[in-house]
């Protein structure tokens, strides 16, 4: 039996602690779980409800156009139609969709980031291209633009970036779209949109309704409140958007995330208003770091990279995600939690 010699350095993913500790069934003994990006609160009530209300429906196949959650989309991105909009079992298949459409060849994207892109380039049959992050790990457009060759067909702009933070003002987005080759794609993944407070970073899904090589990836795994649940979202032109519900699995959005989705999206103000407390949260993470005397690089994530070791934040209570996992040796990645969890991080602080 000969498999593709491209899968060869895959390996299956490796989940952070606390999810291996859920799935053991150990996680009682109290541990703040601040390894993954998740919201720190559960679904919506809106949500809930709406989950409840579908379940016994549960014998018959979803709406396989997921029409409904579309329309909640379409409605909560201005300018944006049906038509524009991409569905997904997470944002993890709208990356993978799109990636489909495309021929052979190089994928550019700044590094460190998001360990799924490589994966994905690997599964595609398409060589990465990584473009490392300033000192300051900061993303640099002029790096990337001179990383993109004949052969590239996309470039995957993970903003804010996964796991620094850091990311890329939506008018340099919009330079960079207009300056890559009119046949590379490019693919702007905004699962931490929410969590920008950047009052010029706004409507950036304008900028894929304009033009024909730009796609949103987005995702209610994280402010909304919905990872468990799988479902996620893109924004572009009609044709990229026809494009990829033709390579989609027919049923791939389950019945329990349409209806959790579309509910959590109808409710999106209050989406915002949860988000906005991880912002002001995560700026208390950020001050204790620097009264602590620790480097951290500042995020418009919901999440921290600080130098300060997993060791000393689990004697805390306190799991993070090892930064060695994600290029950062010596680092911690820190979720921004409630109230309680945040508390219980900047206790760790004094520790050590
Ligand atoms: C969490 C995350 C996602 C979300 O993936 P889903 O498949 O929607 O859960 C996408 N991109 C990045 C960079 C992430 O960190």
């Known amino acids: 039996m000969k498999f593709r010699p491209e899968l060869e350095p895959l390996r299956p993913?490796?989940?952070?602690?606390?999810?291996?500790?859920?799935?053991?069934?150990?996680?009682?003994?109290?541990?703040?779980?601040?390894?993954?990006?998740?919201?720190?609160?559960?679904?919506?009530?809106?949500?809930?409800?709406?989950?409840?209300?579908?379940?016994?429906?549960?014998?018959?196949?979803?709406?396989?156009?997921?029409?409904?959650?579309?329309?909640?989309i379409a409605d909560a991105n201005p300018g944006s139609e049906t038509r524009n909009v991409l569905v997904g079992n997470g944002s993890s298949e709208v990356?993978?969709?799109?990636?489909?459409?495309?021929?052979?060849?190089?994928?550019?994207?700044?590094?460190?980031?998001?360990?799924l892109y490589p994966m994905l380039c690997a599964v595609m049959g398409m060589a990465a291209r990584p473009v490392p992050l300033t000192e300051h790990?900061?993303?640099?457009?002029?790096?990337?633009?001179?990383?993109?060759?004949?052969?590239?067909?996309?470039?995957?702009?993970?903003?804010?970036?996964?796991?620094?933070?850091?990311?890329?003002?939506?008018?340099?987005?919009?330079?960079?779209?207009?300056?890559?080759?009119?046949?590379?794609?490019?693919?702007?993944?905004?699962?931490?949109?929410?969590?920008?407070?950047?009052?010029?970073?706004?409507?950036?899904?304008?900028?894929?309704?304009?033009?024909?090589?730009?796609?949103?990836?987005?995702?209610?795994?994280?402010?909304?409140?919905?990872a468990g649940l799988r479902v996620g979202y893109g924004i572009a032109s009609e044709r990229i958007a026809?494009?990829?519900?033709?390579?989609?699995?027919?049923?791939?959005?389950?019945?329990?995330?349409?209806?959790?989705?579309?509910a959590s999206m109808l409710a999106r103000d209050k989406v915002r208003a949860r988000a906005e407390f991880v912002i002001r949260e995560r700026a208390r993470l950020q001050d204790a770091f620097r009264d602590a005397g620790l480097e951290y690089i500042t995020s418009q994530g919901n999440f921290v990279m600080v130098r300060f070791t997993v060791n000393d934040f689990e004697k805390a209570g306190v799991l993070v995600r090892e930064g060695e996992a994600l290029g950062y040796p010596g680092w911690s990645r820190v979720t921004v939690g409630n109230s309680e969890e945040n508390e219980r991080v900047i206790g760790a602080l004094g520790q050590p």
């Open 13 to 72: 993913y490796v989940p952070p602690k606390s999810w291996r500790m859920a799935a053991e069934g150990t996680d009682e003994n109290g541990y703040a779980k601040l390894t993954s990006n998740e919201l720190a609160f559960g679904p919506l009530p809106e949500a809930e409800a709406a989950l409840a209300a579908a379940l016994p429906r549960a014998n018959r196949y979803p709406d396989s156009h997921v029409s409904r959650l579309r329309a909640a």
């Open 95 to 115: 990356l993978l969709n799109v990636l489909q459409l495309l021929p052979g060849g190089k994928v550019v994207y700044p590094w460190p980031s998001f360990s």
């Open 137 to 226: 790990s900061e993303i640099k457009p002029e790096a990337l633009l001179s990383a993109v060759t004949d052969e590239t067909r996309a470039v995957i702009l993970c903003n804010p970036n996964n796991p620094s933070g850091t990311y890329l003002p939506l008018e340099r987005v919009r330079e960079l779209a207009g300056e890559l080759p009119e046949d590379v794609l490019l693919i702007v993944d905004e699962a931490y949109v929410e969590f920008v407070d950047d009052p010029a970073y706004r409507d950036s899904h304008a900028l894929a309704l304009e033009s024909e090589n730009v796609v949103m990836a987005r995702t209610f795994s994280k402010a909304h409140g919905l």
């Open 242 to 262: 026809d494009y990829a519900e033709r390579v989609r699995f027919p049923v791939s959005v389950n019945l329990a995330a349409q209806v959790a989705a579309t």
